[in-house]
């Protein structure tokens, strides 16, 4: 009887205490990618509106902040280390495999991130490419997992999958928002999250979730399906197919 005292007390307090918060009510342009053979990347924008208590926006001077990430399904990545061997040859050195990097990666801010919140909440949120949690599989020594997790972003910023854009999103008299996201065309297939988070004063105060489907299409999407569902019979017709096709070539550079 006295925790059912103390549950109908504490109901309406924490329902005062989740209303006097801002509550952020975001959207995206596609909820659905598909993939083609024409494909060369898509333009996503993400925008929403921030609900204040009230409607009445804070009377404090202390700026309101967007922050925006859209992150692909996670993936076991092996990362190797090359190294030039008698100073001619590139061969492979140290690896190092982590767990569950994000096969794609990106974030869009109204300013630069490290202004928003100390180090410390970036890394609760995983708030900019510094502050990815990637799991690594071995016990390797700190700074070797530093090096090599530079590596994975260097390595994904170049193909556009890690991407870092401060000041990027667009915030109109404090309460509409707007960002735009490149998906590249070597996108990876699958389910993402594009995650809103709505901060002031070095805090969280509201986060709002949408997912996005990318997917395969066409001929494509069968192509993709058969390798994954039939790799033996995918692989002997992709074998007789390359004979067949040097066959043919053969045969019609004799003929010509």
Known sequence: MKRWLLAALAAPLLMAQTASKPVLVPDVS?????????????????????????GRLPDDTKPTDIVVVVKGPTQSILVREKDKLGGLIWVNAARLRYRSAPSYYAIASSRPIEQLMNARTRAIYELGLGSLQLSPASSAPPSEQDRFARGLVDLKGR??????????????????????VAIPARVPVGRFTAETFL?????????????????????????????????????LVAVALSVLFGWAAGWIARRF
């Open 159 to 180: 193909s556009a999958l890690y991407v870092e854009s401060p000041g990027a999103v667009e915030i109109t008299d404090g309460v509409l928002y707007r960002a735009r």
């Open 199 to 235: 901060i002031r004063d070095g805090r969280v105060l509201a986060a709002a979730t949408r997912e996005i489907e990318i997917r395969k299409s066409g001929f494509e999407r069968f192509v993709a399906y058969s390798a994954e569902h039939w790799s033996i019979a995918y692989g």
């Open 30 to 54: 596609q909820r659905d990618i598909e993939i083609r053979y024409s494909f060369t990347g898509a333009d996503l924008l993400l925008f929403g509106a921030i609900l204040y208590p009230g």
